[in-house]
T-cell receptor, first 112, second 117 residues
């Protein structure tokens, strides 16, 4: 069974640009969650989508947004990039409900 | 609000020695608890989970963890460490039974494990 796939693995952007990250969950998983990982703040929850609806949201500015498609694939968008957005962005999928999350290898975003 | 504390930022052990990584959580009800491991440049791999029932849970790679409600702890243990166990370990808490935030995990700051030969 294929795991969670995140694309691209690496991205380099400049301040002010926008970026879209993609996540393909494990087949059959309907919940997709996004996390930001930085050396200073650690792992922080961004948002979760379940059946195309945002179900939970973390404490990030509105520049961070996401969506989920009918096939459960999810995208995350960050607009007006700032230097502090440099991070590893992790996507995780689960069946939904009280089930463990399974993580992809992440997208490493660097802002110049 | 839920929170997780991993008191040890960095632990060094010799190969073959036993290991215990500490985790304390704060949550209003019975939580779901997890341990994940992350190797450099990789995502997080699930080691084990606690949802309910037996408070001693077994995971992959010979790891186990014990849920102690009275101490709000969920410490990870391994009787004999291998060099390949060197990585960063994260404890996480999620919504427990009856909760609605299943898709949201709160992580500790992580513990970096170094294994000496």
């Amino acid at each position: 069974k294929a795991g969670v796939t995140q694309t691209p693995r690496y991205l380099i952007k400049t301040r002010g640009q926008q970026v879209t990250l993609s996540c393909s969950p494990i087949s059959g998983h309907r919940s997709v969650s996004w996390y930001q990982q930085t050396p200073g703040q650690g792992l922080q929850f961004l948002f979760e989508y379940f059946s195309e609806t945002q179900r939970n949201k973390g404490n990030f500015p509105g520049r961070f947004s996401g969506r989920q498609f009918s096939n459960s694939r999810s995208e995350m968008n960050v607009s007006t990039l700032e230097l502090g957005d440099s991070a590893l962005y992790l996507c995780a999928s689960s069946l939904g409900g009280p089930q463990p999350q399974h993580f992809g290898d992440g997208t490493r975003l660097s802002i110049l | 609000a839920q929170s997780v504390t991993q008191p040890d930022i960095h632990i060094t052990v010799s190969e073959g020695a036993s290991l215990e990584l500490r985790c304390n959580y704060s949550y209003g009800a019975t939580p779901y608890l997890f341990w994940y491991v992350q190797s450099p440049g990789q995502g997080l791999q699930l080691l084990l989970k606690y949802f309910s029932g037996d408070t001693l849970v077994q995971g992959i790679k010979g790891f186990e963890a014990e849920f102690k409600r009275s101490q709000s702890s969920f410490n990870l243990r391994k009787p004999s460490v291998h060099w390949s166990d060197a990585a960063e370990y994260f404890c996480a808490v999620g919504a427990g039974a009856g909760g609605t935030s299943y898709g949201k995990l709160t992580f500790g700051q992580g513990t970096i494990l170094t294994v000496h030969p």
